[in-house]
């Protein structure tokens, strides 16, 4: 199995940056996609931005633009940048990496989370 381990939260002010990270072990090989989640009280989780495979990423259209993704395979890192951040993306961000099964399945692993809060 996968295990993920966010880090990096904390509290930034609006306009600032952040930068997340989550480090990846256990069957590290078997990772297909990774990507960031996010959940705030009382909302869904949502996507935040995503690697489905190798040079390609996925966005939020609320991100774009300020959010950057990246992963580091030799480390088993991927991270987030988090700059210009809005009241709006405080949240509990989630690491997430998709696993290959036999049958070609995938399952889905996830970190604890880490809280972000953007002060205004």
């Known amino acids: 199995q996968v295990q993920l381990v966010e880090s990096g939260g904390g509290l930034v002010q609006a306009g600032g940056s952040l930068r997340l990270s989550c480090a990846a072990s256990?069957?590290?090989?078997?990772?297909?996609?990774m990507g960031w989640y996010r959940q705030a009280p009382g909302k869904q989780r949502e996507l935040v931005a995503r690697i489905p495979n190798i040079g390609s990423t996925d966005y939020a259209d609320s991100v774009k633009g300020r959010f950057t993704i990246s992963r580091d395979n030799a480390k088993n890192m991927v991270y987030l940048q988090m700059n210009s951040p809005k009241s709006e993306d405080t949240a509990v961000y989630y690491c997430?990496?998709?696993?290959?099964?036999?049958?070609?399945?995938?399952?889905?692993?996830w970190g604890k989370g880490t809280l972000v809060t953007v002060s205004s």
């Open positions: 256990g069957s590290t090989f078997r990772i297909r996609a």
């Open positions: 997430n990496a998709v696993v290959g099964e036999l049958l070609g399945y995938g399952m889905d692993y």
